[in-house]
């Protein structure tokens, strides 16, 4: 299926209203979406301190807000994550905390408080297997969390090696292998040998290595993990891959490469980038619009090359902070979030 | 160590006479004259003396610039010493006030004067991450102190 032959375009299913501030990040349940049988659930956490969880009635098909976590955070959550199970959801706040939070269904209750960090925490991110979980903070560092019985989650390492604020933490889809992004420009690689090596950083992508000229704000996987897209404030997006086979087998890490820079299609900063199951990129920025990106399938080119495949202008009244795409194949719902207060799901359909 | 404030004998203006401006002088109807949003901002107290901004010199009219078609706000402001630690404070007053007073969709760019301030870089790098503004105006130190300078005319 050629992507660009098709006349698509980002169709608005429905505006999720609620919050009272900017909302900063939105998390699809893994194990939710029709064809599981169960309705698709979306989380959404904001400036106005709380966190909303978003469901979908199989009924009507309308969106309506299942619950709202309150009076824990105490300032900001700056984003949200779901356990690999769906039976958890971490929350990362400007008040130093991550929070825990058990899903009982029609429920939630916080059954941990991450402690640790000196101030804000920007971002949390679980690995593959649910075994650790990733934070990180403007305090400059990224903390790695094992999870032990009875909820109670243990600090498995302090890795110090950005020299500014962390934007990002995201775990690889498949290997423990954990990269951040950050304030400095750059994006970072920990990686531990063998099972009971510790953190560390094994790679650094920085301007030398033709990466971010300013602040990466978003780290986004391909469904195979073999590429990944960085979005900054010198507003590019960037594709860099590795030889995940070799990866895979070897006891060795095998380093990412450049493959790519998108440059010229968004003229604010970029907050956010992800990847979809069928490989199409999506980018929220700071002109309120909300892109996607396909791979020109080019073979005269060295290396991948990318295509806008559409560009949806005042997706929001305001900045779009963050893009996700919903997990399920077939579904390509994306919920976008924005500093209009709004949360929105779009769905690409092809034009009438 | 010098104790006290960062510039102790800061250069003071005498308040500029206001002109009154009619409805002939608005800009346009549906646009933002940049003179309207100067006079939102040109009051605001310097975070260390008991003057305006504009009192100091660190705004003037010329701080402001409107791009119409894309409605972009840009200003640049001139702290009154190279290495004056309240830049980061006077940038955070003005989107403070600017927050208050104009329509969502605009974006605002603050940045120093080019050449006014040793880490230029560095400064207008925080002035311009709003993650980081929005993180400082939840510190209730910072919001004290920013509150105190941009409702110090309406006191």
């Known amino acids: 299926m050629d992507l660009m032959e098709k ?13 009272t501030d900017r909302v900063w990040s939105v998390a699809w349940n893994p194990v939710s979406s029709h064809a599981d049988g ?56 400007f008040d130093g905390t991550t929070g825990i939070w058990k899903n009982y269904g029609s429920e939630f209750e916080c059954v941990a408080t991450l402690e640790g960090h000196e101030n804000e925490v920007k971002s949390v991110s679980w690995n593959a297997s649910g075994s650790y979980l990733a934070t990180c903070s403007r305090d400059k560092s990224v903390w790695i969390w094992e999870g032990l019985e009875g909820n109670e989650y243990d600090c498995a390492a302090v890795l110090s090696e950005h020299t500014q604020d962390v934007k990002m933490v995201q775990w690889h889809p498949t290997m423990d292998v954990l990269f951040s992004c950050s304030y400095d420009d750059t994006i970072k690689v920990w990686w531990s040998q063998g099972d009971d090596g510790e953190f560390e950083c094994v790679q650094t992508l920085g301007e030398s290595n033709n990466g971010h000229s300013s602040t990466v704000w978003a780290i986004s996987f391909n469904a195979a993990g073999d ?91 305001n900045d779009v902070n963050c893009v996700q795409w919903s997990r399920s194949e077939g579904d390509q719902l994306l919920a976008s979030a924005s500093d209009d207060g709004m949360v929105k799901i779009w769905q690409v359909a092809t034009k009438p | ?44 107290r310097d975070p260390e003396h008991p003057y305006t901004l504009e009192q100091l010199s660190v705004l ?26 309240m830049a980061t404070i006077i940038g955070l007053c003005l989107r403070a006030k600017l927050n208050e007073r104009l329509p969502l969709h605009y974006k605002v760019d603050i940045l120093v004067s080019p050449g006014s301030h040793a880490d230029e870089d560095s400064v207008n790098k925080q002035l311009n991450d709003k993650e980081r503004v929005a993180a400082a105006m939840e510190n209730p130190n910072l919001r004290q102190l920013v509150d105190e300078c941009i409702f110090s005319d309406e006191i």
Not at chain 1, 47 to 56: A, H, L
Not at chain 2, 63 to 85: A, E, G, M, N, Y
């Open chain 1, 38 to 93: 169960v309705s698709p659930i979306l989380a959404s956490c904001s400036g106005d301190n709380t966190v909303r969880i978003w469901e979908q009635s199989s009924l009507s098909r309308s969106w309506t807000c299942k619950t709202v976590l309150e009076e824990t955070h105490t300032r900001t959550v700056r984003s949200c994550a779901w356990s690999p199970s769906g039976e958890l959801l971490a929350t990362a706040s």
């Open chain 2, 1 to 44: 160590m010098t104790l006290g404030l960062i510039n102790a004998n800061p250069v003071v203006q005498a308040k500029k006479e206001r002109l009154v401006r009619t409805q002939e002088d608005q800009y346009r109807d549906d646009g933002v004259d940049p003179l309207d949003i100067y006079e939102y901002v040109r009051d605001i």
């Open chain 2, 60 to 85: 003037s009219e010329e701080s402001v610039t409107v791009d119409d078609k894309l409605d972009r706000i840009l200003i640049k402001f001139t702290p009154t010493v190279q290495h004056c630690s």
């Open chain 1, 7 to 19: 006349n698509l375009e980002l169709v608005e299913i429905q505006k999720l209203e609620g919050h």
């Open chain 1, 227 to 317: 590429k990944m897209v960085t979005c900054s404030d010198d507003r590019t997006l960037k594709i860099w891959g590795t030889d995940i086979a070799r990866m895979q087998s070897g006891e060795e890490y095998v380093p990412w490469t450049h493959l790519c820079t998108l440059s010229g299609y968004h003229d604010r900063t970029i907050y956010s980038a992800h990847w979809s199951r069928d490989d199409i990129i999506a980018s929220g920025a700071g002109d309120d619009a909300i892109r996607l990106f396909v791979d020109s399938k080019d073979d005269s080119v060295d290396g991948p090359s990318y295509n806008l495949l559409l560009k949806k202008n005042k997706a929001h009244d």
